[in-house]
């Protein structure tokens, strides 16, 4: 199937600095959806984004569509220990329901 | 407002044995997917259920896999003559509607086969 990419795939980073995953599909993407899954725990639905440039906040982190809508990004500015986790991007897949396709997700690891 | 309940939330089988696992929906919800997650991976879809119809199986292995969504009750993944590679944190998902929106997951089953 139609893999989505995110990089990197682990990031350990100091209590305060800032953090970017990328996720890369081979495609265009009707929107996609960003997923943060604390170690342990179930996938919680953070955001979807719709349009080409899109630029979405939530407190600390800012999500963005590419303009070609082919690649997204989350940045986290000041990480805390409460970011750690897995962040999973999510495409809709064929058949315009709610199947979706995850990417490899980032795993981020935030040392206090 | 309780949302999407998985149960059990871990569960211990020996290989043979068959695994059910359970999922009830957030109330209004009558759209469920279920997702397995190998340790360390993303997760990977397995099927799309609406009361009472399989509408999207395509993830599901062919054999020893099955779900089920009745009018009644929880929806139930069932796997038969589990082997070691099924073990995995299977995680199902309610959605309101078909049309893209946010799912919600459950807490999700940890299988554990022996």
């Known amino acids: 199937g139609q893999q989505v990419m995110q990089i990197p795939q682990y990031q350990h980073v100091q209590e305060g600095e800032d953090f970017t995953t990328y996720c890369n599909s081979s495609?265009?993407?009707?929107?996609i959806q960003w997923y943060k899954q604390r170690p342990g725990g179930h996938p919680v639905f953070l955001i979807q984004?719709?349009?080409?440039?899109e630029v979405k906040k939530q407190k600390r982190l800012t999500f963005q569509f590419g303009e070609a809508k082919k690649n997204s990004s989350l940045h986290i500015t000041a990480t805390q220990t409460t970011d750690v986790g897995t962040y999973f991007c999510?495409?809709?897949?064929?058949?315009?329901?709610?199947?979706?396709?995850f990417g490899t997700g980032t795993k981020l690891q935030v040392i206090p | 407002n309780a949302g999407v309940m998985q149960n059990p939330r871990h569960l211990v089988r020996r290989r043979g044995q068959e695994a059910r696992l359970r999922c009830s929906p957030m109330?209004?919800?009558?759209?469920v997917y279920w997702y397995r997650q190998l340790p360390e991976e993303g997760l990977k879809f397995m099927v799309y259920?609406?009361?009472?119809?399989?509408?999207?199986e395509s993830g599901m292995p062919k054999e020893r896999f099955s779900a089920e969504f009745p009018k009644e009750g929880p929806s139930i993944l069932r796997i038969q003559q589990v082997v070691r590679g099924d073990s995995a944190a299977y995680f199902c998902?309610?959605?309101?509607?078909?049309?893209?929106?946010?799912?919600?997951f459950g807490p999700g089953t940890r299988l554990t086969v022996l």
């Open positions: 998902a309610s959605s309101p509607s078909a049309v893209l929106d946010t799912q919600y």
């Open positions: 495609t265009t993407l009707s929107n």
């Open positions: 984004l719709v349009k080409s440039g």
């Open positions: 999510a495409k809709p897949t064929s058949g315009g329901y709610q199947k979706v396709t």
């Open positions: 109330k209004g919800h009558s759209h």
């Open positions: 259920l609406q009361k009472e119809n399989i509408i999207d």
